[in-house]
């Protein structure tokens, strides 16, 4: 009994901090208006941006993709598990990637959280290796340079200027530089162009976690390397495929040699089993909305109702940083006050998670809206309603 109770005394200081969080349980698929423990909410926490994840095609192309390649892959790429299914999507996404990775190649994992892994454990596999890692980076990132050879260089938020310092002062023989490129707590993006810039001057690899950007930005949906035009054998890319893509898993795009090193050298692409085929078929129905006229209009409209919170939402003491992306957060300050505001919200059926340390820094716990182009402008206006007059409450 003294070891849960040594467990029970760190759930408790947990639980004293305001820190401990619940799971809730969704009894309807991933959408705006869901069933939650079963009571109907209004929901702006999923980063299904696009709408794609009850999609009657994604759907369908999943069915369609079990009776064709079963349940399961059976075993890992290497083995046995790569089937049809997961290297038709992979040359599709090396062929996406062609415009801004020259000879570009693709590999499909089973999730972001594993291809950053394998990304950062492979590119920094030396003890002479450096990653200069972006001060916001997402825990996958964080837990990838965690688990390189390579030493870890943080570099403060934004800062091409201090990254340029800790670049020239270097004498790594390999330089990865690492970022999120849509901060997923702030929904600000990374000065892409700027660092890009750089790495060519520095011989780094620029390696890019578009997991909030791919599907949304770009005028085909193809992420933050098509927003803003980069194209250089530095890049290494990351999308993943649970967010807008509405399915599941993620992929690495890079120059076909960084590609055929992690099919040798990627331990969380060789030591795992491929992901059940049925999904990489599913993906191909969700890409096709995506790059068609169906993901320019859900875009156009996600675009509008960022637009509509913004102007409607009128906060004094709490703050709204800027944002042009689905990710609207409304910085509270207080865990406690953060866990009470997301709570009333929940009281009127609206599903917002409050944000709190670790995630983010402390003192600025968050209510992290996010937007969906599921979502209708009736929507979005009872929640800036109801945020504005919980303000005014609580103050
Ligand atoms: C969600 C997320 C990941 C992890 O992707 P999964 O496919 O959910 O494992 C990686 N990076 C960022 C920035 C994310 O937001």
Redesign the pocket.
């Known amino acids: 009994m003294d070891l849960i109770a040594g467990i029970d005394r760190k759930l408790d200081a947990l639980a004293s901090q305001s820190l401990i969080r619940r799971l809730r349980v969704a009894d309807s698929p991933c959408a705006p208006r869901q069933v939650v423990d079963g009571r109907d909410m209004l929901a702006f926490c999923s ?1 299904d941006y696009l709408g794609l994840a009850s999609h009657p095609a994604v759907i369908a192309a999943l069915q369609e993709g079990a009776e064709r390649y079963g349940a399961g892959s059976g075993a890992s790429h290497l083995v046995s598990g790569h089937s049809r299914a997961h290297a038709l999507l992979e040359e599709r996404f090396g062929a996406w990637m062609t415009p801004h990775v020259p000879q570009a190649r693709a590999l499909y994992l089973c ?4 291809a ?1 892994l394998a990304v950062l454990t492979a590119l920094g596999a030396d003890a002479d290796a450096m990653i200069f890692s972006e001060a916001l980076n ?1 825990a ?2 964080i837990d990838g340079a965690r688990l390189a050879k390579a030493g870890v260089s943080v570099y403060p938020h934004g800062d091409v200027a201090a990254l340029e310092q800790q670049l020239i002062a270097s004498t790594a023989a390999t330089k990865i530089v690492v970022t ?1 490129s849509v901060f ?1 707590m702030d929904g600000n993006l990374a000065p892409l162009p700027g660092l890009l810039a750089l790495c060519e001057r520095h011989g780094a690899w620029l390696v890019v ?1 578009d ?2 950007g791919f599907g949304v930005l770009g005028a085909t949906g193809r992420g933050a390397l098509e927003h803003f035009g980069l194209h250089s054998p530095n890049l290494v890319y990351i999308g ?4 807008a893509a509405g399915v ?3 992929f690495i795009a890079a120059h076909g040699s960084v590609i055929e090193l992690l099919v040798q050298r990627a331990r969380p692409y060789i030591y795992t089993t491929a992901a059940p085929p049925a999904l990489a078929h599913a993906l191909q129905a969700s890409l096709d909305i995506i790059e068609g006229e169906e993901g320019k209009r859900r875009r156009a409209h996600l675009a509008a109702l960022v637009d509509h919170l913004r102007d409607a939402l009128r906060p004094q003491r709490w703050q709204l940083p800027p944002s042009t992306t689905a990710i609207q957060p409304v910085i509270i300050g207080s865990n406690e006050e953060a866990l009470r505001v997301a709570a009333s919200l929940h009281e009127q059926g609206l599903w917002v998670p409050a944000i709190r340390p670790p995630t983010v820094a402390a003192g600025t716990a968050r209510l992290r809206v996010t937007l969906s182009a599921a979502h209708t402008h009736e929507e979005v206006a009872l929640l800036a309603r109801a945020l504005n007059e919980l303000e005014r409450a609580t103050a």
């Open positions: 980063n999730t972001g959280y594993m950053n997402h996958s990132l999120d997923s976690d997991a909030h993943t495929l649970g967010k599941g898993g993620a």
